[in-house]
Nanobody
């Protein structure tokens, strides 16, 4: 049974840094691309960053140079290091797994609020 659980969300001031974590279980973690999405009320979830099991990385243009995705395949963990946070980064952040064939899983989300 696949399970994803995010943590690390907080209320921070603009310019601050924050690291989100996602622990995964129930599937061969190192074989799959892991993704971070974010969502604001009334909007669709949007891809923030992705990292394949082999280390290929993709970022949304809005977070390039500020966010860093990483993973530890020995711990089944994926991380999102966020720096120079802006009010527009305020969102609920979700960890995501896509296994193909329409099979997709989400964590419960973790709230990041950037406000002065």
């Amino acid at each position: 049974q696949v399970h994803l659980a995010e943590s690390g969300g907080d209320v921070v001031q603009p310019g601050a840094s924050l690291t989100l974590s996602c622990v995964a279980s129930g599937f061969p973690f190192s074989r799959y691309t892991m993704r971070w999405y974010r969502q604001t009320p009334g909007d669709q979830r949007k891809l923030v960053a992705a990292m394949s099991g082999g280390g290929a990385i993709q970022y949304a243009n809005s977070v390039k140079s500020r966010f860093t995705i990483s993973r530890d395949n020995t711990k089944n963990m994926v991380y999102l290091q966020m720096s120079d946070l802006k009010p527009e980064d305020t969102a609920t952040y979700y960890c995501n797994l896509q296994r193909g064939g329409g099979e997709e899983y989400w964590g419960q989300g973790t709230q990041v609020t950037v406000s002065s």
